[in-house]
């Protein structure tokens, strides 16, 4: 799938890079809000409303199938 307006997500927000984590830490990396449907449906009461941001954007996926 893709990510773009006009569609309606499922998503979910982590705390930290789930791709440079030690695997053993996945564990413990807090999500920080929940998508569904395009809707905010959760965000953790415990975030600090401070805390820097890091956005990362990954190379677009291409299928396998092609």
Do not use: C, H
Not at 2 to 31: H, N, Q, R, W, Y
Not at 58 to 63: D, E, G, K, L, N
């Amino acid at each position: 799938g893709s990510i773009e307006a006009g569609k309606f997500a499922d998503l979910v927000v982590l705390g930290k890079d789930l791709l440079t984590v030690d695997p053993m830490e996945i564990k413990d990396i807090p999500v920080l809000m929940t998508i569904t449907g395009g809707k905010l449906v959760y965000v953790n009461p415990n975030q600090d409303p401070d805390q820097e941001v890091e956005y990362y954007r990954y190379p677009a996926r291409t299928s396998y199938l092609d």
